[in-house]
C-alpha cells in the first residue's frame, strides 16, 4: 500500500501547468495581475464554499470513491483549460474550467492523507506516519520537478502553454485506474462501521472541533501554507521578468526552460527536505518547536527575498526562494502529524478539509490583494506582503514552540 500511496504522490503532482498557470494568464490570455487575482481568487472560492461539504460527503460515503469522482473531474477542466485560447470568450471559459477543478479539489484535499492515516492506524503503524508522510512528499515533490521540467521543454517547443493542459490530463486519468487498486478498507472507518453492523457510537462532527489543540495547530497553519502557495504563484511573473532581461522570451523562447529548470530543482530541494522531517523534529527539540522555527526560517527568507527585489537584486531573491518550498515540505508531515494526534480519527478528512478551507479563503482574499499590489508596486511590494504574512504565522506558533 505504502507503494500506491507513493505513486499517487507521482501521478497527482504531474501537473505540468502549474509552473506556467499565472503565465497562461498573463501571456496567452493578456489579463492584469488584478484580473489574475480574480481568477486565482475564484477557484478558492468554489475551494472555500464546498470543502467541507464534500470532505463530509467523502467521510461517509468512502474515501476512495471521492477520490476517484475528484481525478475525474479534474481531467475534464483541464480539457477546458486546454481550449479556452481557442474561443472568442476565453476568460468566460478559463473560469468554467476553475469552477469544475475547485469542485474536483474540494473532492480530493485531506482525503488522500486521511486515508493513509486512517490505513497507519488500522495496521498499527501509527508510529510511522511522519516517515511515511514524508517519503510520500518526496516522491510528490519530485515528480512535480519534473514536470515543471517538462513542461518547459514543452512550451519551449511548442510555442504555447495551453498544451501543458492536455498532458496534464493522461496522469490524471491513471491515476482514477490506480485508485481503483485500493483495497475496501481505505474507504474509512464510518463506511467500515456501517458495512461490519457496528453501531458503536463515533462522536459528533461538532464535538471533534470543540478540541482547543487543533484550533491552535490549525490557524498558523492556515496562514503560513496560504501564503507560500501565492509566494509559489508570483515566482512566475519574476523569473519571467528575468529571463526579459536577458532576451529570453517564454513562449517558443529560452525563458520557457529557465522556468521549467527552476522550478524542477525547487521541487527536487523540496522532495529531499522532506525526507528530514523526522530529524528536524529531534534537532529542534519537539513537534511544536520544529514547526516554529519553519515559520521564522520562511519569514526572514521572504524578507531579505523582498529585499533582493526591491535593490534590484533579482538573482538574490530568487536563490533565496527555492529555500522556501523546501521549508514547507519539511513542516509539511510534521504538521499532518501532530495534528492526526488531537484531532478526530474518524472525521480525518473533514479536518483536514477545515484548514485547506481555511486556507482558501485567506489565499483568495489576498491574491485579490496581492493583484492590486503586483499592479501597483511591482513584485516588491507583493513580497513584503508576503513577509509579513510569515511573520504573523510565527508569532502565533511562537507560545508552544519551547522544545520537550
Known amino acids: 500500500m505504502i507503494s500506491r500511496f507513493c505513486l499517487y504522490a507521482v501521478l497527482r503532482n504531474l501537473r505540468f501547468f502549474d509552473a506556467f498557470f499565472v503565465l497562461f494568464l498573463a501571456l496567452e490570455l493578456d489579463l492584469s495581475?488584478?484580473?489574475?487575482?480574480?481568477?486565482?481568487?475564484?477557484?478558492?472560492?468554489?475551494?472555500?464554499?464546498?470543502?467541507?461539504?464534500?470532505?463530509?460527503?467523502?467521510?461517509?460515503?468512502?474515501r476512495r470513491r471521492a477520490l476517484m469522482a475528484s481525478f475525474s473531474l479534474a481531467a475534464i477542466s483541464f480539457l477546458v483549460f486546454g481550449f479556452a485560447r481557442y474561443t472568442d470568450k476565453p476568460m468566460a471559459v478559463v473560469l468554467m474550467g476553475q469552477t469544475i477543478y475547485g469542485l474536483a479539489d474540494a473532492l480530493r484535499t485531506g482525503t488522500h492523507k486521511a486515508i493513509v492515516l486512517d490505513w497507519l492506524t488500522l495496521k498499527k503503524r501509527a508510529h510511522d506516519k511522519v516517515s511515511v508522510l514524508s517519503r510520500m512528499r518526496f516522491f510528490s515533490k519530485v515528480s512535480a520537478g519534473?514536470?515543471?521540467?517538462?513542461?518547459?521543454?514543452?512550451?519551449?517547443?511548442?510555442?504555447?502553454?495551453?498544451v501543458l493542459f492536455f498532458a496534464a490530463a493522461v496522469p490524471t486519468l491513471a491515476a482514477v485506474v490506480m485508485l481503483r487498486s485500493y483495497p475496501d478498507a481505505t474507504e474509512g472507518e464510518l463506511t467500515r462501521s456501517r458495512r461490519s453492523g457496528d453501531t458503536k457510537k463515533t462522536g459528533h462532527l461538532l464535538e471533534s472541533f470543540r478540541n482547543r489543540q487543533v484550533w491552535v495547530l490549525l490557524i498558523p497553519s492556515i496562514?503560513?501554507?496560504?501564503?507560500?502557495?501565492?509566494?509559489?504563484?508570483?515566482?512566475?511573473?519574476?523569473l519571467a521578468a528575468g529571463s526579459q532581461e536577458f532576451n529570453w522570451p517564454v513562449l517558443g523562447g529560452v525563458g520557457?526552460?529557465?522556468?521549467?529548470?527552476?522550478?524542477?530543482?525547487?521541487?527536487?530541494?523540496?522532495?529531499?527536505?522532506?525526507?528530514?522531517?523526522?530529524?528536524?523534529?529531534?534537532?529542534?527539540?519537539?513537534?511544536s518547536s520544529?514547526?516554529?522555527?519553519?515559520?521564522?526560517?520562511?519569514?526572514?527568507?521572504?524578507?531579505?527575498?523582498?529585499?533582493?527585489?526591491?535593490?534590484?537584486?533579482?538573482?538574490?531573491?530568487?536563490?533565496?526562494?527555492?529555500?522556501?518550498a523546501s521549508l514547507q515540505n519539511m513542516r509539511r508531515p510534521i504538521f499532518v502529524a501532530h495534528l492526526d494526534s488531537v484531532m478526530d480519527s474518524h472525521y480525518r478528512a473533514t479536518t483536514l478539509s477545515v484548514e485547506s478551507q481555511g486556507r482558501s479563503w485567506l489565499y483568495a482574499l489576498s491574491s485579490v490583494a496581492l493583484g492590486w499590489v503586483a499592479d501597483a508596486f511591482e513584485l516588491s511590494g507583493v513580497f513584503l506582503v508576503l513577509a509579513l504574512f510569515?511573520?504573523?504565522?510565527?508569532?502565533?506558533?511562537?507560545?508552544?514552540?519551547?522544545p520537550s
Open 33 to 62: 495581475y488584478t484580473l489574475i487575482g480574480l481568477v486565482l481568487a475564484y477557484e478558492k472560492i468554489i475551494l472555500g464554499v464546498m470543502e467541507i461539504p464534500l470532505a463530509v460527503v467523502s467521510d461517509r460515503l468512502g
Open 223 to 238: 496562514v503560513f501554507e496560504s501564503q507560500l502557495k501565492l509566494a509559489v504563484a508570483y515566482l512566475q511573473p519574476a
Open 256 to 287: 520557457a526552460l529557465v522556468v521549467g529548470v527552476y522550478m524542477c530543482v525547487s521541487g527536487g530541494l523540496a522532495g529531499v527536505a522532506s525526507l528530514v522531517s523526522q530529524r528536524f523534529v529531534s534537532w529542534s527539540g519537539g513537534v
Open 146 to 162: 519534473a514536470s515543471a521540467l517538462i513542461a518547459g521543454i514543452l512550451v519551449w517547443s511548442t510555442g504555447q502553454i495551453n
Open 290 to 324: 520544529a514547526i516554529y522555527r519553519v515559520h521564522l526560517m520562511a519569514a526572514l527568507i521572504t524578507s531579505l527575498a523582498c529585499l533582493g527585489f526591491y535593490l534590484g537584486q533579482g538573482l538574490l531573491g530568487m536563490l533565496l526562494m527555492l529555500g522556501l
Open 390 to 402: 510569515f511573520w504573523a504565522a510565527c508569532i502565533l506558533s511562537a507560545r508552544r514552540a519551547r
